[in-house]
């Protein structure tokens, strides 16, 4: 049996009148390289319009501060954030620590957001005396198989902590 592209190319250079085999040879050879390229082009266009196929965990371990009398919960506030974001086509999804790495090594998630438990008290240390001031951090851990994905999930992440 014979393979269905060396069938299709053959017929197109019967069709444009080369008869010689050789003529056809050398057709085949400078068609394939094309079809497989616009293929691959075809395949790789613009994959982050396809964003909403993908999921992505946040993991809160955030404890609320109080400031000036006033609960702070800026974790929560970023989780809220990530899942009701309408800049990026994830499904962001709410879960714990054991889930969000299962779903990560199994492929489920391409990312996993942690929110540690420090967060709120971090953020909010500047209102305090300066030498107590600390950084907040998140952890973005994302699979192997998704290092495509990484700008877009930098970018939403940052878009969202930054508008809270």
Not at 16 to 31: E, Y
Not at 41 to 60: C, I, S, Y
Not at 115 to 138: L, V, Y
Request: glycine letters at 8%; zero cysteines.
């Amino acid at each position: 049996m014979r393979n269905p592209l060396i069938l299709a190319l053959l017929g197109a250079a019967a069709i444009s009148g080369i008869t010689h085999p050789q003529d056809r040879f050398i057709v085949g050879i400078l068609l394939v390289p094309i079809v497989v390229g616009g293929l691959l082009v075809w395949a790789l266009w613009n994959p982050t319009e396809r964003l909403g196929d993908v999921k992505a965990a946040v993991v809160n371990l955030d404890q609320p501060v109080k400031v000036n009398g006033q609960t702070v919960p800026l974790g929560r506030q970023l989780s809220a954030g990530l899942l009701d974001s309408k800049h990026d086509n994830f499904t962001w999804v709410l879960t714990d620590q054991k889930d969000a790495s299962k779903g990560l090594a199994s492929g489920e998630y391409v990312s996993v957001v942690t929110i540690p438990e420090n967060f709120s008290k971090a953020a909010t240390s500047t209102a305090g005396a300066p030498s107590d001031a600390t950084q907040a951090t998140i952890d973005v851990r994302t699979s192997n198989e998704s290092k495509l994905f990484d700008p877009a999930i930098s970018q939403a992440v940052t878009t969202t902590a930054t508008s809270v």
